[in-house]
């Protein structure tokens, strides 16, 4: 196996000559097969002998005590290799709820957000194997991709390196056993409330009845589109000078008119070009936002769409306008705060310069000592979800550290707070951008402060240090309801 990954390791350049690589390890078979065999490959005295490792775990804190153990468990492995490794913790159920995702994505984002704050630049090695490649394509083939998703994950996207690709899970499983590696079993890898496990477990045994290669031609029909898709790429090579009247690094500008005169395959690939390049990398379109764009073109109004990853395109005369808006301008009274009000705790309060009516609360002893039993339980944060309804104008949070006192006001320009999962600060202009909030209404959303930080923007953002956790024991309910 490792003169495989060799080959392929070099084939596509994956490996720098010098530096540092960080390595994503959840201590299942896949991830420890991939260290294993990075640890005979970087190093004084070996292939790479620039290039140092540095590990990374992330506890989902899915599975109570068991994901505890779990990360205990890496931790003693990469100290007995020698390899620096940094853990992590999340809380991804409380994630998925501040952020109205599914549990499947926010455990997702929670995981690349902390791989890339670990690895700060530096690249980072998955261990996404062939049979992961398999679901990948269903997976996009399920959510109507396509071209572009049904070539799969890629050996190199951005930052992200998957050495493993050409490797199957069945082969990590038996290198283990041959080097005496013992992984650690994570039972989530079978819940059925993930998508991707579904099709594991489900739809490809299913496919093998049918056709017992089923995963070979799906693989090869991968690298047909692939060719296919290079094709294309080329096309949109040969069209951009004429289409592109001017590119900077936050805003790309297009004629409209030799736009509209490319055939609607290579208008769309053109566009996925464009918005790859504003998002440093990968394109956010998917199917819906490029007929939304093209409705937008029919119109031949001058309006905007906004779209993920704080774009926007507008037509404007002749030119159809990408930008990406951490470069653009809020209408200046988004920038006008009113004074700010003293809440305190218990109480209530109207927000100055908006029609909210803000309140704190303490969690009455019955509910926080249902929180506290839950936490005994294994599935801890499914119990406490189930009896606190999900509410954007309601958050709970860790009032320990509160005092009496709060403030709540509207945004001033640089306030910040540290999102839920996130182990820096964001703009709070940016929560906005990035949960869609219309320009009209950010100047007058009520934003919660404690002497030291912002603790929630009201119905966006919960900041990660007074979210619940095990040690919590006094719980405040922060709310706010329009006045009538």
Known sequence: MLERVITYIERHQLLPAQGGIVVAVSGGADSLCLLHLLLQLCGPGKRYPAVELHAAHLNHMLRG?????????????????????????IDVIALARAEKRSLEDAARVARYRFLREVAQGRSIAVAHHADDQVETLLLHWLRGSGL???VGMPPRQQDIIRPLLEITHAETVVYCQEHKLTPV????????RFLRNRI?????PLLQELNPG???????????VRVDLAWLETQVDTSWASIVVSEQEHAIQLDLAALLALPLSLQRHLLRRVTAHLCKGQSPLEPRHLLLI???LTHRQDSELHLPQRLCVRTHNNTLIFEHQSNTQEPAASEQAHDAAILTLPGEIQVPGTSWQAKAEIVPEPMATQFRQALHQENWAEIWSSFVPVDPYSAYIDGESLGTQLLVRTRRPGDRIQPLGMLAKKKVQDIFTDNHVPRTTRATIPLFF???HCLWVAGSCLDHRVRLTKHTQQIVRLSIQPIC
């Open 200 to 204: 594991r477990h489900e739809v490809v």
């Open 214 to 224: 089923i995963q070979r031609t799906l693989l090869r029909n991968a690298e047909v």
């Open 65 to 89: 005590a068991e994901s505890t153990h779990d990360a205990q468990t890496v931790a003693s492995m990469m100290a007995a290799y020698a390899v620096p490794c940094t853990l992590g913790e």
């Open 450 to 452: 404690s002497d030291a």
């Open 148 to 150: 572009s998703g049904l």
């Open 185 to 192: 079993e994570d039972y989530s890898n079978s819940d059925p």
């Open 294 to 296: 093209e409705q937008l």
